[in-house]
C-alpha cells in the first residue's frame, strides 16, 4: 500500500507513527499565562432529617480559571454578590452588600496555594456557594500541593466529619495542561468516603463553539510565528511569510529576532494571519510532514472540508503549527458535576446513627451554561484602594487580617 493511498490521517500514521499521540499526551508547557471563563449554574441541596424529600437552593458563579490563578464571582440574593481572587500567593474576598455598613466588607489572608480557609481553625473563609465552585474549577493550585490539608466544608446539609489526623484523598484529574479535578474522594478516620466530587460530563475547550478568527488575547506569544517566517526555516514558514503583506515583511526584515516583537508588528502578523486563516487552504502534505498534529484536525482533513469549515481547519493547523503562540484551547473543562456525602444510616432500632450503614446524598449538581477565553483576573483598583486604606475612617470597611 503507497502513503499516496492514504487519507491525510492515515498517511501522516504511515510516516510519523505515533508521534502526534506522544506530542498531544506530552504537550508543551504554557509559554505565558492562560484563562478561561466559565459560567456554571449550581443546585445546592438540603436533606432534613424529618423528611425523605430534599431542599434545594441554586446560584450561579462566574469563574476565571487559570493554572495558578483564579476569580469567582458568586451571586447571593438578589442585590448581594460574593467575588473572590487568588493571585498566587494570597486570597482576595469582598463581598458586597447594601445592608452593611459602607456596602463592602473585604478580606485579604496568605494562601500558597488558593486554600479556601484555614484547615486548622474554625473559620471557613468561603460562602458554600464559593467553595464547591473552588472544588471544581479552582483547586488545581491546592491539588498540586502535596502538603496540602482540606478545609472542612460547613453547609446546610453538609459537615464533613471530624478528622484528628486530617483528610485523606483520592485526586483524578484531567491530563491536560489545566488539570482540573476529575474526581475528588475525601475519607476521615475509616476506609469509607465521606464526601466524592465527580465530573460527569466534560467537553475539550477547542470542541467549545469558537470562532475562526483570532482574538488579540487569542495570540499569547508573536515571538515564535515571527521567528519562524523571518528565517524562513521550513516550507511552513516560506507559504506563510509569501502571504502576509509587504508591510509586515519589511518589519520582520528590521526585526533583530531576539527581543519581543513590538506591538505593532504584532498587530500586524495578527492581521495577516486572520487573512490566512479565511483564506485558502494552508494544508500541504510537505509543509506539515513534521509538525504532529490533533486529532480534531485529522479529522477535518479526513473530511475533506467544505469552504465553511476550512477557516476552522487553518485556525486548527497554525495552533498545531505553533503551540506556544497561541491560546491552549486543549483544556477540558467539565460541563456537569456532583458533590455526594456519605454519612452514617440513623437506626430506629438503636436509636443512634451507625457506622454499619452509610446513607448517600447529592449535596450539589452544577452544570456550565457558557466558556469564553478569559483575561487574567485582577482586582479592581476601587478595592485594592480600600484594602490598603483599611485604617481610614472613610474606607467604611471591616478587614478580616
Request: contains cysteine.
Amino acid at each position: 500500500m503507497k502513503s499516496a493511498d492514504l487519507s491525510p490521517r492515515r498517511r501522516r500514521a504511515f510516516s510519523h507513527g505515533i508521534v502526534g499521540v506522544v506530542a498531544l499526551i506530552s504537550a508543551s508547557p504554557l509559554a505565558v499565562a492562560q484563562f478561561v471563563e466559565v459560567t456554571a449554574e449550581i443546585e445546592g441541596f438540603h436533606w432534613p432529617a424529618s423528611s425523605a424529600a430534599s431542599l434545594s437552593t441554586s446560584w450561579t458563579v462566574r469563574c476565571v480559571v487559570g493554572s495558578g490563578s483564579w476569580r469567582m464571582d458568586t451571586a447571593v440574593g438578589s442585590s448581594s454578590t460574593n467575588s473572590v481572587w487568588f493571585l498566587g500567593d494570597h486570597v482576595i474576598q469582598v463581598s458586597q452588600d447594601p445592608g452593611i455598613p459602607g456596602g463592602f466588607v473585604a478580606r485579604r489572608w496568605n494562601s500558597a496555594d488558593g486554600s479556601p480557609g484555614r484547615p486548622q481553625g474554625p473559620c471557613y473563609r468561603l460562602s458554600p456557594q464559593t467553595h464547591i465552585a473552588w472544588l471544581a474549577f479552582g483547586s488545581v493550585p491546592f491539588l498540586n500541593n502535596p502538603d496540602r490539608a482540606w478545609s472542612p466544608l460547613e453547609s446546610s446539609g453538609l459537615m464533613m466529619a471530624y478528622a484528628p489526623s486530617g483528610f485523606r484523598d483520592r485526586i483524578e484529574v484531567f491530563e491536560d495542561a489545566l488539570g482540573l479535578p476529575k474526581a475528588v474522594t475525601l475519607y476521615a478516620d475509616s476506609p469509607q468516603p465521606i464526601l466524592q466530587y465527580r465530573v460527569t460530563r466534560s467537553t475539550r475547550f477547542s470542541a467549545w463553539d469558537l470562532p475562526p478568527r483570532l482574538a488579540p488575547r487569542d495570540f499569547q506569544d508573536a515571538f515564535p510565528v515571527a521567528r519562524s517566517l523571518k528565517s524562513d526555516s521550513d516550507p511552513l514558514a516560506v507559504h506563510l511569510r509569501d502571504r502576509v503583506t509587504g508591510t509586515t515583511r519589511a518589519m520582520l526584515h528590521h526585526w533583530d529576532a531576539t527581543t519581543a516583537p513590538s506591538g505593532e508588528l504584532r498587530s500586524c502578523l495578527l492581521t495577516d494571519l486572520n487573512g490566512i486563516i479565511e483564506g485558502p487552504s494552508i494544508w500541504d502534505d510537505l509543509r506539515f510532514s513534521d509538525i504532529p498534529l490533533r486529532d480534531e484536525t485529522l479529522e477535518l482533513l479526513d473530511a475533506d472540508p467544505i469552504p465553511a469549515s476550512r477557516a476552522r481547519l487553518n485556525r486548527l493547523l497554525l495552533e498545531d503549527a505553533y503551540p506556544e503562540a497561541f491560546f491552549d484551547r486543549r483544556w477540558v473543562i467539565p460541563l456537569e458535576f456532583q458533590l455526594v456525602q456519605y454519612r452514617p444510616a440513623w437506626s430506629p432500632a438503636q436509636g443512634r446513627y451507625t457506622a454499619d450503614a452509610w446513607e448517600v446524598e447529592i449535596v450539589a449538581k452544577g452544570r456550565v451554561t457558557s466558556i469564553a477565553r478569559g483575561t487574567e483576573p485582577t482586582v479592581p483598583e476601587e478595592y485594592r484602594h480600600l484594602l490598603e486604606n483599611t485604617l481610614s475612617a472613610r474606607a467604611n470597611i471591616r478587614v478580616t487580617p
